[in-house]
């Protein structure tokens, strides 16, 4: 099953975070499916591409926690 989830990139103590679409078995930073848009967390800048989450939620894609916290907040789910 496909997932859309955070794959974590950055130096010790400076993380930032691309959103992928992954098989749910492959480990956190493994190869992705595709890369959908990213996320920091120091400076809460965030840039998704809408129209690829769009196209793969509504394909079957589930995201995880935190990602679907973050599509919240930025109005793409409701």
Same mark, same amino acid.
């Given at each position: 099953?496909?997932?859309?989830?955070?794959?974590?990139?950055?130096?010790? #103590? $400076? +993380? /930032?975070?691309?959103?992928?679409?992954?098989?749910?078995? %492959? #480990? #956190?930073?493994?190869?992705?499916?595709?890369?959908?848009?990213?996320?920091?967390?120091? %400076?809460?800048?965030?840039?998704?591409?809408?129209?690829?989450?769009?196209?793969?939620? /509504?394909?079957?894609? $589930? +995201?995880?926690?935190?990602?679907? $916290?973050?599509?919240?907040? /930025?109005?793409?789910?409701?």
């Amino acid at each position: 099953m496909l997932k859309l989830r955070l794959k974590r990139n950055g130096r010790k #103590r $400076q +993380p /930032s975070y691309r959103l992928v679409i992954m098989e749910n078995t %492959t #480990r #956190r930073d493994g190869r992705p499916v595709d890369e959908v848009g990213y996320y920091n967390p120091l %400076t809460k800048e965030a840039c998704f591409n809408e129209e690829k989450i769009i196209k793969w939620l /509504s394909h079957g894609v $589930q +995201p995880t926690e935190t990602v679907f $916290q973050l599509l919240k907040k /930025s109005n793409l789910i409701k």
